[in-house]
């Protein structure tokens, strides 16, 4: 019946204007951008860790920070240029950490407010950074072997270059050995416990110098060449005490061996690792190679091995000396040998000569080397200084491994053990097992469907499924989380659901940027063997009306969950030929209601339909079937729709109502009270671009012939746009309605209040016109066609507006704005985006997800992608990312909602312990949490104690000058220097001086004589002697002969310009001079006519 009266509204529906009105949306009323971000991106390549805050961040090859907490707590920087970062450290906690891009530009950035602070652009290439521990100091050495170093204010926020600098030649001169000026430095390190006044420089070609800062001297020196070596003894290592000698070679890595900072650990690129004693006082027969001790330790025998990438130490907190500990190593073995990272136990004897090793596991890796950091245990106290190791290896795969569990392995004999890594815990899997389908869906705010569920999960609270680092040892605890997200009443208002490969399903509290997993429903039913249950997910469909989760597999068995109710003891099993119900076990969490298993063949596509009374199934043979929720039944399955057997790829009902709107109250939410259907469509849409409508009743077909292109094409999807142009019909006839007897309107009272409507046949009518009235946009990969559904129930292939894209289309969506479709969203093969107005479909704003994300588009993304209203959620490997759509929209309540990076009070509490323990000069607390947070300094890449920020005020005023210029020293013990006239200074702004001779000048200038204030001061133009390291600070340069030439040109000429102004000064002198004796003559003769009393 309602097949025929449809076809005869169609062919007689008075036609509407052809052209296409204009849409509402705005670029302005756009702003694409990140709002959720979770799991680990697959470029990442660098780790840096906070032992304190205990917060883990990772650097990637594309420009993007992710950083770690706990409980959840993630953190997603996108750097404005799209560069790998080659160095990543935090400033330990301040709430502040610094990437170094390949571009070799210092950005700093605030973790409360997740923004880049500032940025320096350095002129050099980085080779080599470090910051100085507990301290807004860095050092920064660059190609050219000069050691700079920069300081970050955090008051005002800027990067300052300050003018402290140590080039290669200035440690020539002060050490007295010759110190190539074109090799790079390539490693800086700290030393512990020496409140940032020594630290390590290494350079390219092997030269080891330890600088002090505050005596500017060269305590120690290692490398070079004829030094003579002792090797490590161990079997396993090498057992060779013979003495070698050392050729110059290239360092790769270093680290510090000691907790002391008195052994420093050197790896090379031909695979050799030296011990190098640094407490050895530097004499001039050992600069000359005559007698050093340096240990060699040598992973494999191979001639040919890898570089030493990577060194890690760590000490040993059963030994009661500095020296022993346990060393972490990537490279050294054979060139071709299997990938694996090496852990070594080892021993120093009393004298520092020799160093065994005692224990030693290799440790296989699951993909390829990034890097390796180490995370002190937290609250560990007393000698306990055992740490975990963070292992990252391609692509974005993150381990710990357990520092107990390794103390244990390396205490057993054998070489080769297997030690069982801890994989990153994700919030979201979508590795085992695999994702295969996700969706999002937002709930309406304060309804009954929000409060229900907020119920249930309130009632199941204590028996939610544990947090992704439930009963694991995971050590990042940091972040604090929102208050929002730990309010007792908070609603859930937006869910994320994920069907995976074994057909199980987890199911998420999307209300707030950090995700709650609710619940997780297992593929098998509950004490029944249903065969192809726990196939994988291919489609699910969420009524957030009744509560009901539809869920689809690749065997065709489609389930039923009901997530507001779990006081289900029974479910029903359907086929095409019975329908049993079978029990199950009682329990607080939602259970599978029914499910059914009709056509061995993957479900394509589920729409729920008439309130979600009714629930549609495309099946990958192209039939169709419509299954009662309520009851449980099959209400029909169509034979094949297409004739070529295209897969369904999409359902959508059209509903015909009357003036009076359905409304459903908790009652009938939880009883499920059937709707009686007044009069539906379902729209089917296949896979080559075929639309065929049925009556959602009986399955009829409103007409033979589908609607179909004339062009082959494949089809995406299809969306069902209500009414964009004046309907007056419709609205006369809703005001005639209106106009019925008293006791029509208490019969429809009667009708709403039992959830169902009894139209007449006027309204029906009224309700017909109004639905021809609305469009059909069917998306395809190479075009997007607009019809009338006019057209389509009639089966003519008319369009009333077509775009033909420029690159095939693999995704589409539609945006709502204030309830109301305004736009599409599509994605392309090529990773570009484009959002086109809804119904004139003009291009608003074009986007790519390698912009917003860095993603590059990968086969099969499609299938995980899914949007409501404005929110479209992605994902790509390990990551999963929800993308706001509009400029004024806020779903999520960002900022408010957002886990804090940096906890103050945590911070506030651990400087406190560290003040004290400065004061009372102890190198550790006692037992409790300040104690371990003062203990996690002695982690991280840097072996750096933990120092007050009031300690680094004598370093300071070093680098607030140049060095080498310090006049306080003995000039009578040095030798005469020959002066030239370079050494003159003429009208020049006055030498920088020391602190001293700055206070013997004002000193002087206090005390001005009766003749000085009567003459004024005497011409101070005398030249001043200089020291030879102030001469050789300023005017010895770098760089080659062509510049040295360029450089001797420029200084003769500022010669003979300066020859040219002592001339002129020499004529004004004695220009003076001839009247100052005029004038005194005259005054002479003056003074000579006075008396005595007129003087």
């Known amino acids: 019946m309602l097949a025929k009266s449809l076809l005869q509204k169609a062919v007689h529906h008075p036609q509407f204007q052809q052209h296409v009105q204009r849409g509402d949306l705005k670029s302005e009323d756009l702003d694409l951008r990140v709002a959720i971000h979770y799991g680990i991106p697959s470029t990442s390549s660098v780790l840096a860790f906070d032992p304190i805050q205990r917060l883990l961040a990772i650097g990637t090859l594309d420009g993007r920070i992710k950083v770690i907490g706990g409980d959840g707590i993630e953190g997603f920087l996108i750097s404005p240029k799209q560069l790998p970062y080659k160095y990543l450290e935090f400033m330990q906690n301040r709430g502040f950490l610094i990437g170094i891009s390949n571009d070799n530009d210092i950005q700093v950035w605030n973790l409360e407010d997740r923004c880049l602070a500032c940025c320096l652009q350095w002129e050099s290439n980085i080779t080599a950074f470090c910051l100085i521990g507990g301290s807004h100091f860095m050092y920064i050495g660059d190609e050219y072997g000069l050691l700079s170093v920069v300081k970050f204010n955090g008051e005002d926020g800027k990067l300052s270059h300050l003018p402290y600098n140590i080039s290669a030649n200035s440690l020539s001169e002060a050490s007295g050995l010759s110190v190539p000026d074109d090799q790079p430095i390539v490693g800086i390190l700290p030393q512990p416990h020496s409140s940032g006044d020594r630290v390590i420089i290494a350079y390219a070609n092997g030269l080891i110098i330890l600088w002090d800062v505050s005596k500017s001297q060269v305590p120690f020196i290692g490398g070079g060449k004829d030094l003579q070596l002792k090797y490590a003894m161990d079997s396993d290592v090498q057992d060779d005490t013979s003495e070698h000698h050392l050729e110059e070679k290239e360092i790769s890595a270093i680290c510090w061996a000691s907790s002391d900072g008195s052994i420093l650990a050197v790896g090379y690129i031909d695979g050799d690792v030296l011990f190098w004693n640094t407490n050895v006082t530097t004499s001039k027969c050992e600069q000359k190679g005559q007698s050093k001790s340096v240990v060699k330790l040598q992973l494999s025998s191979a001639e040919r091995r890898l570089p030493v990438i990577v060194l890690q130490w760590s000490s040993n907190n059963s030994s009661h000396n500095d020296y022993n500990g346990q060393l972490f190593i990537y490279g050294g073995e054979e060139i071709g040998s299997e990938e694996v990272l090496t852990v070594l136990s080892l021993e120093w004897s009393s004298g520092m000569d020799t160093v065994r090793c005692v224990g030693r596991v290799d440790l296989t890796l699951t993909g390829s080397f990034a890097d390796m950091i180490l995370s002190p245990i937290a609250g560990a106290t007393g000698g306990n200084h055992k740490a975990d190791l963070f292992v990252l290896t391609n692509p974005g795969q993150l381990h710990l491994y357990d520092g107990t569990n390794l103390s244990t392995l390396l205490s057993e004999k054998e070489r ?245 709107s359905h409304v459903q109250s908790k009652e009938q939410l939880e009883t499920e009270v059937a709707v009686e259907p007044e009069a539906e469509i379902i729209f089917i849409l296949t896979k080559d671009a075929e639309i065929f409508s049925i009556d959602g009743a009986n399955g009829e077909m409103i007409h033979p012939h589908p609607w179909h292109l004339k062009k082959e094409e494949t089809a995406l999807s299809m969306y069902i746009i209500e009414s964009m142009f004046p309907v007056l019909n419709h609205e006369k006839h809703l005001e005639e309605s209106s106009k019925d007897t008293t006791a029509k309107g208490e019969a429809e009272l009667d009708a709403a209040s039992t959830g169902t409507e009894h139209p007449s046949s006027s309204e029906t009518a009224s309700s017909l016109d109004h639905s021809l009235d609305t469009h059909v946009l069917l998306c395809c990969e190479n075009s997007l066609q607009l019809c009338s559904m006019n057209s389509v129930v009639q089966g003519k292939d008319k369009t009333i507006h077509k775009i033909n894209h420029t690159k095939p289309c693999c995704w589409t969506t539609t945006v709502k704005k204030d309830g109301r479709v305004c736009g599409l969203f599509l994605l392309f093969q090529t990773g570009d985006l484009e959002i086109r107005s809804l119904p004139d479909l003009e291009l608003v704003k074009e986007s790519s997800i390698k912009s917003i994300l860095r993603w590059n588009y990968k086969a099969n993304m499609d299938k995980l992608m899914s949007s409501d209203d404005a929110q479209v959620t992605l994902t790509s490997g390990c990551e999963v990312a929800f993308i706001s759509l509009l400029a004024g929209s806020n779903d999520f309540r960002i900022p408010e909602s957002l886990p804090c990076l940096h906890d103050r009070v945590l911070a506030a509490a651990a400087d406190a312990a560290i003040s004290s323990s400065s004061n009372n000069k102890k190198q550790g607390m006692a037992p409790g949490i300040l104690g371990g947070i003062v203990k996690g300094f002695k982690g991280g890449k840097v072996k750096a104690s933990a120092t007050p920020e009031s300690d680094f005020t004598h370093l300071e005023n070093k680098f607030l000058k140049a060095p080498f210029i310090d006049t306080t020293q003995n000039v009578n013990n040095q030798e005469d220097i020959e002066l030239d006239i370079d050494d003159i200074e003429i009208d020049e702004t006055p030498p920088v001086t020391s602190s001293s001779s700055y206070e013997a000048v004002k000193t002087k200038r206090g005390k001005e004589t009766d003749r000085e204030k009567l003459l004024g001061a005497p011409d101070d133009s005398t030249p001043r002697v200089r020291t030879a390291q102030e001469i050789i600070a300023k005017y010895r340069k770098t760089g080659d002969a062509s510049s040295a030439a360029a450089h001797a040109r420029n200084k003769l000429a500022e010669r003979g310009e300066k020859l040219e102004r002592i001339s002129r000064r020499t004529e004004e002198l004695q220009s003076g001079a001839e009247n100052f004796a005029s004038l005194a003559d005259e005054l002479v003769k003056t003074m000579e006519s006075k008396k005595w009393w007129q003087i």
Not at 427 to 436: C, F, G, Q
Not at 444 to 465: Q, R
Request: aromatic letters at 8%.
């Open 416 to 660: 080769k053990q297997f030690a069982r890594p801890v994989e990153f815990p994700m919030v979201i899997p979508t590795a085992d097992p695999s994702m295969t389908v996700g969706k999002f869906s937002a709930l309406p705010a304060g309804g009954n469907s929000s409060k229900s569920l907020s119920e249930l999960v309130s009632i199941m609270k204590p028996s939610l499924p544990p947090s992704p680092t439930a009963g694991i040892k995971w050590p990042l605890t940091g972040g604090v989380p929102t208050q929002l997200s730990l309010t007792k009443d908070s609603s859930i208002d937006r869910l994320y659901i994920a069907g995976y490969q074994d057909g199980s399903i987890r199911i998420w509290d999307a209300s707030y940027p950090i995700l709650t997993l609710l619940f997780v429903l297992e593929g098998e039913v509950q004490g029944t063997d249903v065969a192809g249950s726990s196939a994988p997910v291919t489609t699910l469909d969420f009524c957030w009306q009744t509560l009901n989760l539809a869920v689809g597999n690749e065997c065709g068995v489609v389930r039923i969950c009901n997530l507001g109710s779990s006081n289900k003891t029974s479910f029903h099993y359907v086929t095409e030929t019975k329908c049993e119900v079978q029990s199950c076990a009682q329990g607080k969490e939602p259970k599978y209601k029914a499910v059914f298993s009709l056509l061995k063949s993957p479900v394509q596509a589920l729409q729920f339909g008439n309130c979600g009374a009714k629930l549609a199934v495309g099946f990958g043979v192209g039939r169709v079937a419509v299954l009662d929720v309520c009851s449980p039944s099959i209400l029909f399955v169509t034979d094949c729709i297409s004739s070529s057997s295209s897969p369904i790829i999409s359902l959508s009902w059209l509903e015909f109502k009357n003036a009076h």
